[in-house]
Antibody, heavy 119, light 107 residues
């Protein structure tokens, strides 16, 4: 079964850090672009970052540049999002998703992990 | 930054046709993807590259894209189609952009 499973969410204070993980199974992880997409409570979808199959290209939404870092370990079939200097506005459900190419539709999604930034 | 505008809500009777628009500057020159999201669930890709359907998505879902508007059409609407729908493009600024989202209500 094709599956993405996120973990690592939780409650963190403003200015703190958190590392999200996404474990892939059932498909050739190393052949896909991977993205992080978030959804604030009651709000729409917002793309956060994506990374090329070999990790050589990474793109970020402006609001997280310099604070978040996307990475992957193809040997472990895993995607990561290191989040530093967290703000209240980063509070959201974070999804990982896969796509075959840059700019393609995201055809597999995880169930999401919740990040809450609050004092 | 590139902006995609969708109507906040669309209401449709069962068996009728729902059309959800996604407006953007010269969106016809971009490839548009559409997602369905039901409450408490992850999004599901229902249309990619303007009009292609992933396997498992009913033929009732179709898409088009021209000029400044892309459209997702749901024919013979069923109660199970009630959800939020989002359009998406990859912008030349090297970023994905999602539309504002449309809540489809089946009357």
């Amino acid at each position: 079964e094709v599956q993405l499973v996120e973990s690592g969410g939780g409650l963190v204070q403003p200015g703190g850090s958190l590392r999200l993980s996404c474990a892939a199974s059932g498909f050739t992880f190393s052949s896909y672009w991977m993205s992080w997409v978030r959804q604030a409570p009651g709000k729409g979808l917002e793309w956060v970052a994506n990374i090329k199959q070999d990790g050589s290209e990474k793109y970020y939404v402006d609001s997280v540049k310099g604070r978040f870092t996307i990475s992957r370990d193809n040997a472990k079939n895993s995607l990561y999002l290191q989040m530093n200097s967290l703000r209240a506005e980063d509070t959201a459900v974070y999804y990982c998703a896969s796509s075959q190419g840059l700019g393609d539709g995201m055809d597999v999604w995880g169930q999401g992990t919740t990040v809450t930034v609050s004092s | 930054s590139y902006v995609l505008t969708q109507p906040p809500s669309v209401s449709v009777a069962p068996g009728k046709t729902a059309r959800i628009t996604c407006g953007g500057n010269n969106i016809g020159s971009k490839s548009v993807h559409w997602y369905q999201q039901k409450p408490g669930q992850a999004p599901v890709l229902v249309i990619y590259y303007d009009s292609d359907r992933p396997s498992g998505i009913p033929e009732r879902f179709s898409g088009s894209n021209s000029g400044n508007t892309a459209t997702l059409t749901i024919s013979r609407v069923e109660a199970g189609d009630e959800a939020d729908y989002y359009c998406q493009v990859w912008d030349s600024s090297s970023s994905y952009v999602f539309g504002t989202g449309t809540k489809v209500t089946v009357l």
